[in-house]
C-alpha cells in the first residue's frame, strides 16, 4: 500500500492535513530518540541527495547533510556559484537533471515559484528549505519544540513579535491555525502579514479552534503566551532597511519584561537564529556603531535565560528534516494518519 507521503515534495505547511504535519512532529521525536539511543534508522540507504541553496545558511545545510548521512544517503551541496540554475540554464531544465541523477532535491533560495518549478519537473521529491514566503521545514522543528516542553499543541499560545510579514511569520500563522495553536503575530502596522495570508490562517483556525490575532498592541499581544518567537529585525537581501527596523522594531524586542508580561513563568523563548542578542558579530558592531544599540530582536539575559529553548530548536531542524526526507522518500509503511 502507498504511503500518503511517498514522493510528494514539501513545499509549504498549506499543502498538509493537520493529521499528516502531527504525524511529522510525532515521527521527528520518534527519530530524535532513536538518535539519542544510538539506534540506526537508515530508511535511504543508497539514495542521492542535492542541496541547492541560493542563500546561505548554517542550521539548514548542516540539517540536511547530517539527517542525509544519518539516513543512509548521500547529500551533494551544490551553492550558488557551483549551478546555473535561471542564470544559463532555466529552472525547469535544471529541474529534469537534476531529478534524473538525484533521488531527492532541497532547495533554499528566494522565489517561491522557483521551489514549485523544481518540484513540478524534478520528478522526485523537493523540500524547501526556506524561501521568501514559507519556511516548511522550520515549522516541524518549531512545533515538536513547543510540544516537548507541554506535552501537547492544542490550545497553546505562541506569540511571534517583531517583522510580522516575513516568512517564518507567514509559516508559523498558518501552521499555528492547522494544528490549533494561538498564533500572535505582535508587529507595526506597517509590518503585518499580507491580509491573504490572514485570511488563510483564520480559515484553518475555525476548523481546528485555534485564535488568530495580529496586533501591534505589545502587552496585548503577548498576554497568557507560552512561547515568545522572534526573528531578526533585516531579513537577507533588506540590509538596506537596518535604521528604520531598528527605530521601528525596538519595542517589540523580547526581554525579561516582555516574558514577564506573559504572566506565565514557564514561557518559553524561541528563534530560529541566528540571533543579534551581542554585538559577537559584523552586524552586531555595525548596529551598535551606527545606531547606539548593542541588543536586536532579543535581549542578551532573555537569550541565556531559562526561559529559552532556541538551541533545542535548532537541533530539532535535524530530525525534523529527517522525518519528512524519510516519510517522503524512505518507502516507509504510512498508510494513512
Not at 499543502?15 to 539519542?36: N, R
Not at 557551483?82 to 542564470?87: E, L, R, S, V, Y
Not at 514559507?134 to 516537548?148: F, G, S, V
Amino acid at each position: 500500500m502507498k504511503s500518503v507521503f511517498q514522493k510528494r515534495s514539501f513545499l509549504k505547511e498549506k499543502d498538509f492535513t493537520k493529521e499528516e504535519l502531527m504525524y511529522l512532529i510525532d515521527f521527528s521525536a520518534h527519530l530524535k530518540d532513536m538518535k539519542k539511543k544510538g539506534i540506526p534508522h537508515r530508511y535511504l540507504e543508497g539514495k542521492n541527495i542535492a542541496l541547492l541553496f541560493e542563500k546561505a545558511s548554517t542550521r539548514t545545510r548542516s540539517a540536511f547533510t547530517t539527517a542525509s548521512i544519518d539516513l543512509g544517503a548521500h547529500p551533494e551541496y551544490l551553492g550558488k556559484n557551483d549551478i546555473q540554475i535561471g542564470k544559463k540554464e532555466s529552472i525547469e531544465d535544471t529541474a529534469k537533471v537534476l531529478g534524473r541523477m538525484f533521488d531527492g532535491i532541497e532547495f533554499r533560495g528566494f522565489k517561491q515559484e522557483s521551489v514549485e518549478l523544481l518540484a513540478e519537473h524534478a520528478g522526485v521529491p523537493v523540500w524547501n528549505g526556506l524561501t521568501d514566503e514559507w519556511h516548511p521545514t522550520q515549522m516541524i522543528a518549531d512545533y515538536l519544540t513547543l510540544k516537548e516542553n507541554f506535552g501537547k499543541l492544542e490550545g497553546l499560545t505562541l506569540a511571534y513579535t517583531g517583522d510580522g510579514r516575513n516568512n517564518v511569520a507567514n509559516s508559523l500563522l498558518v501552521t499555528g491555525a492547522i494544528l490549533g495553536v494561538n498564533v500572535h503575530i505582535v508587529s507595526p502596522e506597517s509590518l503585518f502579514p499580507d491580509q491573504e495570508i490572514v485570511d488563510l490562517a483564520k480559515d484553518y483556525a475555525e476548523k481546528s479552534g485555534s485564535q488568530i490575532l495580529v496586533t501591534d498592541d505589545v502587552k496585548k499581544g503577548v498576554k497568557g503566551a507560552d512561547a515568545l518567537y522572534t526573528d531578526v529585525w533585516v531579513s537577507m537581501g533588506e540590509e538596506d532597511k537596518f535604521e528604520e527596523r531598528v527605530n521601528l522594531l525596538k519595542p517589540y524586542q523580547i526581554n525579561m519584561a516582555m516574558l514577564n508580561n506573559t504572566g506565565k513563568d514557564e514561557t518559553i523563548l524561541l528563534h530560529c537564529l541566528p540571533a543579534f542578542h551581542d554585538t559577537q558579530t559584523e552586524y552586531g558592531k555595525m548596529v551598535e556603531e551606527k545606531f547606539g544599540e548593542i541588543e536586536m530582536e532579543v535581549t542578551d539575559k532573555a537569550f541565556r535565560s531559562k526561559h529559552a529553548r532556541q538551541f533545542d530548536q535548532a537541533e530539532n531542524r535535524m530530525h525534523s528534516i529527517k522525518a519528512i526526507m524519510a516519510a517522503t522518500l524512505g518507502n516507509l509503511f504510512i498508510p494513512h494518519v
